[in-house]
């Protein structure tokens, strides 16, 4: 059974950091485009995920540009898993955060209809 599980998600204040895990089982997605989605509270669950991060099979990274000078993807293949290092913490990243990877590509393409599979999420709250 194919399983990603987010963990990491917890509250912070606005300039705090945090580090979400993703650690996928059933799947070894090593050369596989990992990346992280986020639903912020005001979005419907029918509307599209908003993209963050995603790293693809060759390590290539790409960021959202309201995040892209504070965070950092990473992926350690040795244990399945992938990170997403958060620093410097706003109000506006108030979201539940998902991992997402499809068995198909290597490269990312940055939209979450794109992605077969999907973690359960892990909820960052950011208080100002």
């Known amino acids: 059974q194919v399983q990603l599980v987010e963990s990491g998600g917890n509250s912070v204040q606005a300039g705090g950091t945090l580090r979400l895990s993703c650690v996928a089982s059933?799947?070894?997605?090593?050369?596989?485009?990992v990346a992280w989605f986020r639903r912020v509270p005001s979005q419907p669950p029918g509307k599209e995920r908003e993209a963050v991060a995603g790293i693809a099979g060759d390590g290539v990274t790409t960021y959202a540009e309201s995040v892209k000078d504070r965070v950092i993807i990473s992926r350690d293949n040795l244990i399945n898993t992938v990170y997403l290092q958060m620093n410097n913490l706003k109000p506006e990243d108030t979201a539940i955060y998902y991992c997402?990877?499809?068995?198909?590509?290597?490269?990312?393409?940055?939209?979450?209809?794109?992605?077969?599979?999907w973690g359960q999420g892990t909820q960052v709250t950011v208080s100002s």
């Open positions: 059933g799947l070894d997605f090593n050369n596989l485009c």
């Open positions: 997402a990877t499809d068995h198909r590509r290597s490269a990312c393409f940055m939209r979450d209809w794109m992605f077969d599979t």
